[in-house]
């Protein structure tokens, strides 16, 4: 149950951020200009990456969001009293989008166990398929998230992860080991 409530705010970041490409509140904004307006509306401890870019891994193919062009946002949430930190991305067509999160909150030099993390492809060659943690007893692990640098100088983040997606959400379910990494600059 709480997975899904952790999924659920991830999206819910991961929309607020969408925005980045849009103009607010008719102002045409430039993209440093509506990161800095998004930024001072976002809750506190989410921030959106201003350069950089976030590498996923999953069975014989690479996904690559960049900063540039892409939504990608570092995030601290509190859910029943608990903290988590993560990482939320969408690209600019809304046809891919990724969350993984940890319990709690995003430090420097940061290792911790994944508790929750899921990949979404929407578009006209890869229709509407999920990979969400894997409940499968035969994991090794749900995977860990590592933040090497967090909020040092221009650096927003940077690191690694590994968790096991699967496409279904039943015990028996397939899973794939899926890697990562971001280096992720703010402003």
């Known amino acids: 149950m709480k997975l899904r409530y952790i999924l659920i705010l991830l999206v819910l970041v991961m929309a607020m951020s969408c925005t980045k490409d849009e103009d607010v509140k008719g102002v045409t904004a430039s993209k440093t200009d509506s990161i800095s307006v998004l930024n001072a509306s976002a809750p506190p401890g989410n921030i959106l990456a201003v350069a950089g870019t976030l590498k996923i891994t999953v069975k014989d193919s690479t996904c ?52 929750g993390s899921q990949l979404l492809f929407n578009s006209t060659a890869n229709p509407n398929i999920e990979y969400t943690l894997s409940r499968n007893g035969g ?21 690694t992860f590994f968790t096991y997606l699967s496409k279904d959400v039943n015990a028996k379910s397939v899973f794939y080991k899926v890697e990562g990494s971001f280096s992720l600059k703010m402003k």
Do not use: W
């Open 139 to 159: 994991i090794p692990g749900p995977g860990t998230l590592v933040f090497t640098q967090y909020k040092q100088d221009s650096v927003l983040a940077k690191g």
């Open 64 to 115: 690559i969001f960049d900063a540039k062009d892409d939504s990608i946002a570092v995030v601290n949430l509190f859910l029943e009293n608990k903290k988590y930190f993560g990482i939320t991305a969408i690209n600019k067509a809304h046809t891919m989008s990724f969350g993984i999160s940890a319990p709690g909150y995003a430090t420097n030099r940061l290792a911790d166990t994944v508790a």
